[in-house]
């Protein structure tokens, strides 16, 4: 069973920082590409950012780009968000999503809060 635990949300002021991890367990290869969503009150989920099998191709949604960096550490089987310059409107719940490369199966991890105070 293929399994995403999300962690690291938090409360901070704007301009700070944070660092979410998804720690993946259950895939019985490596071909997965793992990002993150998130979803503020009353609004649509939106991608925010993604790491391919090959480390090198990442996404990122234009609000985030130049603040958000995103890194996979395989041996750990665990991806990192690392978030920079937060704004209030980052404020949302951060999900952690993998998608099989092969099967293109979607899964998702639970969502860590993210709070970012004017």
């Known amino acids: ?24 367990s259950g895939f019985t290869s490596d071909d997965y590409a793992i990002g993150w969503f998130r979803q ?3 609004k649509e989920r939106e991608g925010v950012s993604c790491i391919g099998t090959d480390v090198s191709s990442t996404f990122y949604a234009d609000s985030v780009k130049g603040r958000f960096t ?21 404020t949302a ?13 979607d899964y998702w991890g639970q969502g860590t809060l993210v709070t970012v105070s004017s």
């Open 1 to 24: 069973e293929v399994q995403l635990q999300a962690s690291g949300g938090g409360l901070v002021q704007a301009g700070g920082s944070l660092r979410l991890s998804c720690v993946v």
């Open 40 to 42: 503020a009150p009353g």
């Open 70 to 90: 995103i890194s996979s550490d395989p041996a750990k089987k665990t991806a990192y968000l690392q978030m920079n310059s937060l704004k209030p409107e980052d």
């Open 93 to 105: 719940g951060y999900y952690c999503h993998a998608s099989e490369v092969i099967t293109l199966r």
